[in-house]
């Protein structure tokens, strides 16, 4: 395989770069013009590029002693109230 560069800032393209489409080091879009002058067919269709594929999963760690912030409570009590104070004038 020749030397494929990304046409926006002339890195030199991998071969994972290649597949997924995308340019690693500028992150834009390998255009189609780059695959037929180095006669490649294209990037393949997988649905998501490699490093989303590989990506580990990430999973929330909540404290459970951890208090809701004073003005989450707030809210939530400013809500109730006005819940109340509707039901209220509707059976009136």
């Known amino acids: 395989m020749s030397e494929i560069k990304c046409p926006s800032c002339d890195v030199l393209l991998p071969s994972g770069d290649l597949r997924d489409g995308w340019c690693g080091a500028?992150?834009?879009?390998?255009?189609m013009f780059v695959y037929h002058q180095a006669h490649l067919s294209g990037p393949k269709?997988?649905?998501l590029p490699s490093a989303v594929r590989e990506a580990p999963?990430?999973?929330a760690q909540l404290d459970?002693?951890?208090k809701p912030p004073i003005w989450q409570i707030a809210c939530i009590g400013v809500a109730?109230?006005?819940?109340?104070i509707v039901i209220v004038r509707a059976l009136m």
């Open 80 to 84: 109730v109230i006005g819940i109340a």
């Open 26 to 31: 500028c992150g834009k879009k390998v255009p």
């Open 57 to 59: 999963p990430v999973v």
């Open 64 to 66: 459970p002693e951890e």
């Open 45 to 47: 269709e997988t649905g």
